[in-house]
């Protein structure tokens, strides 16, 4: 090889040596951040707004199962930025939309349960907010006395606002039947 090439190598070989201490350095000193990050992701129970959120999702159910569906205006966010989807639609985009549906159903249900499942989870976002998602299942009886069971998933933002939790938007989703 000549002299030259050979220098040439040698540099090259000098420069990348350099940078793998430079680059184990970087590695190693992100391992404890690594850590921490992930030692604080795992479970939020116990934190304030987790149980606080747990707490109000049971009196809503509660609220619901015992006095209808026109419990639920108590819990929808009361300003103009609340809205609820249900299976990837839009079914009010608004909380007077939302009380004009919600009063309109209830004249068509004479009973209502409401579970959620054992999956809640909360994500508190904020001492203000959290971001909830759970299984639920409902049985209505309609006036005329047909019961209808349902079940799917519950997603949510809730906001603590004027001394109390209240849903700003939220989300129904129920399983699609498979097409043909």
Excluded at 48 to 53: H, I, L, R, S, Y
Aim: glycine share 6%; hydrophobic share 40%; proline share 6%.
């Amino acid at each position: 090889m000549p002299s030259s090439t050979r220098t040439l190598t040698l540099r090259l070989i000098g420069r990348k040596l350099r940078v793998i201490p430079l680059l184990a350095a970087v590695l190693v000193s992100c391992l404890p951040c690594r850590a921490a990050a992930s030692e604080s992701q795992p479970s939020t129970q116990g934190h304030p707004v987790d149980q606080a959120v747990r707490a109000w999702m049971q009196t809503v159910a509660q609220d619901v199962t015992r006095n209808g569906p026109l419990a639920w205006l108590k819990y929808f966010e009361t300003g103009p930025e609340f809205f609820m989807a249900v299976n990837g639609q839009m079914a009010f985009r608004n909380r007077a939309a939302a009380e004009d549906g919600t009063r309109k159903f209830a004249q068509t249900i004479r009973q209502i349960e409401l579970k959620w499942g054992d999956d809640l989870r909360v994500d508190p976002l904020t001492t203000h907010l959290a971001a909830i998602a759970v299984s639920w299942r409902e049985i209505q009886v309609d006036t005329a006395g047909h019961r209808v069971d349902e079940m799917g998933y519950f997603t949510a933002l809730a906001e603590y606002r004027d001394g109390r939790w209240q849903f700003r938007n939220a989300h129904w989703s129920a399983p699609v039947s498979p097409g043909p």
